[in-house]
């Protein structure tokens, strides 16, 4: 009887492991929220093809908080700086059908790029060099995943290129300083974790 007791705690302690593996085997288990956006010219008789793709990959940071890793690979761009920024609303045809700057929350300045470089939406440049880009950036001002600062809102969102870099209008608001025209769009589409999408 005596030696049943003494045993206990050793079985106690033998638990505690095994209880901890558990939690780490659970931790795989949670899937990231993924999209992806097609690039394409806004006007490929004017600017000759563009084609690209950004992948979105949603995880939570150290501190909880979800930020959203983006990568942009595009061909076919000037070389050079252009802006890059989530737009309004998730349609390309024509470019001007995907709005103003995300930006869902409370402005206080209605002037499009009044609020510039501060939108929800705005991003850093992609950077053109023979004619192939990359961008790789990660933000905390929207979500992919439903809230008040998802881009799959109602109506969408998409990225647009713009055709000169954005200077982050350090002087306020002075016409072309957040990239001026646009030069390519994509719609951002959610992944489903069963879309082999992401790897083509
Ligand atoms: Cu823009």
């Known amino acids: 009887m005596k030696r049943m007791l003494s045993a206990l705690p050793v079985v106690a302690s033998l638990a505690l492991p095994t209880g901890a593996l558990a939690n780490d085997d659970h931790r795989d288990d949670v899937r990231s929220v993924r ?11 004017a600017t000759g093809p563009i084609s690209g ?22 061909r076919g761009l000037s070389d050079g ?13 024509p470019c001007s059908m995907a709005g103003g700057h ?16 501060f939108h929800s939406g705005d991003l ?12 790789r950036t990660t933000t905390s001002r929207v979500t992919l995943s439903p809230g008040p600062l998802s881009v799959f ?8 290129i713009h055709v ?9 608001e002075v016409a072309g300083c957040a990239g001026g025209a646009r030069a390519a769009c994509g719609r951002i589409e959610l992944v489903s974790d069963e879309s082999d999408s992401w790897f083509d």
Do not use: W
């Open 102 to 117: 995300f930006d869902p929350g409370p402005s206080g300045n209605p002037s499009p790029d009044g609020n510039h470089p």
């Open 53 to 74: 793709v950004a992948r979105l990959i949603e995880r939570p940071s150290s501190e909880g908080v979800k930020v959203v890793d983006v990568a942009m690979r595009v």
């Open 164 to 172: 000169l870099p954005d200077t982050y209008c350090p002087g306020g």
């Open 81 to 93: 700086k252009h802006a890059v920024h989530i737009h309004a609303v998730g349609l390309c045809s």
């Open 35 to 45: 999209a992806i956006a097609r690039i394409q010219a806004c006007d490929a008789a």
């Open 153 to 160: 809102d109602a109506d969408g969102s998409a990225f647009i």
């Open 124 to 135: 850093i440049n992609i950077d053109v060099k023979r004619g192939f880009g990359t961008m």
